[in-house]
């Protein structure tokens, strides 16, 4: 997992599967809740919860695995509402190089 940058990204919802697919990860923000999107050994897309660790101080997974970025954008993991449902009250940060957000 890299760290939150601190400068939110311009970006739309029609980018974000070419996003997630050349930088292999994000940050996303719904109110004061943090996710990490990200992919799993380039096979199977996941979202993870920032506030949650599990015993190898990772973040703990949010959503199930899916192969798929387009499956992986149409998961209802935020109260049950999809990433596309919630995108415009989100934003965005990049994941860069680094231990923790």
């Not at 050994?41 to 695995?65: G, I, M, Y």
């Amino acid at each position: 997992m890299g760290k939150k940058a601190a400068e939110a990204l311009d970006i739309s919802y029609d980018q974000l599967a070419e996003y997630l697919h050349v930088n292999h990860s994000v940050y996303m923000k719904v109110d004061n809740t943090v996710y990490y999107l990200t992919d799993c050994n380039f096979e199977a897309w996941r979202a993870q919860d920032t506030s949650r660790r599990n015993h190898k101080n990772h973040f703990v997974d949010c959503s199930p695995l899916v192969p798929t970025v387009d499956e992986f954008l149409s998961l209802p993991f935020i109260h049950g509402k999809t990433i596309k449902e919630e995108f415009d009250h989100a934003t965005f940060y990049a994941s860069e190089s680094g231990k923790d957000n």
